[in-house]
């Protein structure tokens, strides 16, 4: 991908914050600061991004960018396999997904489950499809809901707290079938399956690409929200996070804390320009595990592997093949 590309993605973040609404709410009396805030959490919970909505057959320039001159539709790809699968939440809807199989693949072994980030869908895993198969995996993914033609429940992106029950349901429908599941997300994906770790069994691995601590951190950490006060930038997780809907699920920090956890592989760009590395060093100083950490000093937010395919296909195929 040329640095003219890659910088035109760049200023579309897969989510962005409405900074001018939010300052806004520092000159108006508190009475009037839930009438700005609802609007700035609109935002939130739709992210912006290559990702579909109701659809994922159409080929924007964002997606082409991020996924390939075919937008991650695979539709040229003879010898791959899409099985149409569904997820049946324990949230009570169904998500809609695809398994990529090889077609010289027999046998239902190995599978890859990957999780999308926000404002994306099922089409981000099509990058890592020739690795997957490579190593003997099936490539799973699915539509977060509120994406793709999964269907869109509650006020949107949850941030964990409805993503993280469906991964859980994913790796159980998984692991019915398959004998070695690893899960791989990026962003919002990847703050939701480390949610899910303390009531997600058969695990053997996690890859976690730019995951950010919470939605409060990654609001605190925004350039859009220096010099604001501490309790404005809660309200707004606040105010996001009663739209969009909670669950029990813990933190991404208390997961960690309480979960027998499988060896974790965390891949944070020193260059994301939304959610800051730190997030991943201090997750990864919570695990009591194996855990191994890369932080390479190219690619922007979700897009380590555009910017350097063959490390990254590199580090996660000596993560893979160390599982087995």
């Known amino acids: 991908m040329s640095s003219k590309a890659m910088s035109k993605l760049s200023s579309r973040p897969i989510i962005f914050i409405s900074a001018g609404l939010v300052l806004a709410a520092l000159a108006i009396p508190p009475i009037a600061v839930g009438a700005i805030l609802w609007p700035a959490s609109e935002a939130i919970l739709r992210p912006s991004g290559p990702g579909g909505v109701g659809e994922i057959g159409s080929c924007s320039q964002l997606a082409m960018q991020a996924w390939g001159t075919d937008c991650g539709r695979l539709s040229a790809r003879t010898d791959i396999e899409k099985l149409p699968w569904e997820v049946q939440s324990d949230n009570e809807y169904m998500l809609s997904g695809w398994i990529l199989r ?12 990957y999780v999308p980030g926000g404002g994306s869908d099922r089409r981000e ?6 690795l997957a ?26 941030y964990g707290d409805k993503e993280s029950v469906d991964v859980r349901s994913a ?7 398959y ?8 962003s919002v994906g990847a703050l939701s399956i480390l949610r899910a770790l303390p009531s997600t069994h058969g695990v053997d691995g996690v890859i ?20 604001l006060p ?29 979960a027998d956890l499988p060896p974790l592989l965390f891949i944070h760009s020193k260059s994301d320009q939304l959610v800051p590395f730190d ?11 194996e855990v191994e950490v890369w932080l390479p000093e190219q690619g922007d937010h979700g897009q380590v592997w555009n910017a350097n395919p063959l490390k990254f296909e590199g580090r996660v195929r000596r993560f893979l093949t160390h599982l087995n």
Not at 125 to 130: L, N
Not at 140 to 151: Q, T
Not at 171 to 177: D, I, M, N, W
Not at 179 to 186: C, D, I, L
Request: aromatic share 6%; hydrophobic share 40%.
């Open 102 to 113: 090889s077609n010289a693949q027999d046998e239902y072994r190995k599978v890859l489950l």
């Open 125 to 130: 895993a099509s990058r890592y499809v020739d």
């Open 133 to 158: 198969h490579s190593l003997g995996f099936d490539l799973a993914s699915f539509d977060p809901v509120c994406h793709g033609i999964s269907p869109c429940i509650g006020g949107g992106v949850s």
């Open 171 to 177: 790796v159980r429908q998984l692991t019915a079938s």
């Open 179 to 186: 004998q070695h599941v690893v899960v791989m997300g990026s």
């Open 208 to 227: 976690l690409e730019n995951p950010m601590e919470s939605l409060y951190q990654l609001l605190r950490d925004a350039r859009e929200s220096e010099g």
């Open 230 to 258: 501490d309790w404005m930038v809660a309200s707004l997780a606040g105010v996001a996070q009663l739209r969009a809907g909670s669950s029990a699920a813990p933190s991404a920090v208390e997961a960690l804390r309480m």
């Open 279 to 289: 997030h991943t060093v201090r997750l990864a100083a919570e695990v009591r595990g």
